[in-house]
T-cell receptor, first 116, second 115 residues
């Protein structure tokens, strides 16, 4: 079974600093997908970024980038120039199952707090 | 394009009752997945429906069931509610694969409290 580990229960960062949220995964599949989601206090899960296991370049979406190190099985999220609105829970997830089947396995999350 | 909608947003039930939650996916999305989120267990996959068929199922008791209609709207039902069923229930819909992979778009969730 696949497993996602987020070792940082909470992080506190000053506004405008860059922040890295750690994520390691465990899978025996050759083809997989890795996701990061943001969950504000309202509860909705907001898609941030996706990395496919065969993608050679690290994914980027605006201020978000994914530092994908396949050999180390890590997929860290980097947020550049953090903003107060970035304060939220962040979840790393992996797509499990056959192609097309949509099952995500989530880590326990990291609560990020941006201080002014 | 409207996002994923879930109704109701909040629900209070008593033990032993049953509950039905509804999810309307983004227009054109045919896959709907359900997740349960609790402080203790985190986010756990319940099941996924595609074209009215359950395609994947998580490790939950048979009290949890779901279905999908021809318009891709989905419902999940929990019978004989237990206190431990109190959770945020999230629904997600996904589009056919693109260069960004199988993105799942989540709704705002239904917060169920069982007393």
């Amino acid at each position: 079974a696949q497993k996602i580990t987020q070792t940082q229960p909470g992080m506190f960062v000053q506004e405008k600093e860059a922040v890295t949220l750690d994520c390691t995964y465990d899978t025996s599949d050759q083809s997989y997908g890795l996701f990061w989601y943001k969950q504000p206090s309202s509860g909705e899960m907001i898609f941030l970024i996706y990395q496919g296991s065969y993608d050679e370049q690290n994914a980027t979406e605006g201020r978000y980038s994914l530092n994908f190190q396949k050999a180390r099985k890590s997929a860290n999220l980097v947020i550049s120039a953090s903003q107060l609105g970035d304060s939220a829970m962040y979840f790393c997830a992996m797509r499990e199952g056959t192609q097309g089947a949509q099952k995500l396995v989530f880590g326990q999350g990291t609560r990020l707090t941006i201080n002014p | 394009k409207a996002g994923v909608t879930q109704t109701p947003r909040y629900l209070i039930k008593t033990r032993g009752q049953q509950v039905t939650l509804s999810c309307s996916p983004i227009s054109g999305h045919r896959s709907v997945s359900w997740y349960q989120q609790t402080p203790g267990q985190g986010l756990q996959f319940l099941f996924e429906y595609f074209s009215e068929t359950q395609r994947n199922k998580g490790n939950f008791p048979g009290r949890f069931s779901g279905r999908q209609f021809s318009n891709s709207r989905s419902e999940m039902n929990v019978s004989t509610l237990e206190l431990g069923d109190s959770a945020l229930y999230l629904c997600a819909s996904s589009q056919p694969p693109s260069a960004r992979g199988y993105e799942q778009y989540f709704g705002p969730g239904t917060r169920l409290t069982v007393t």
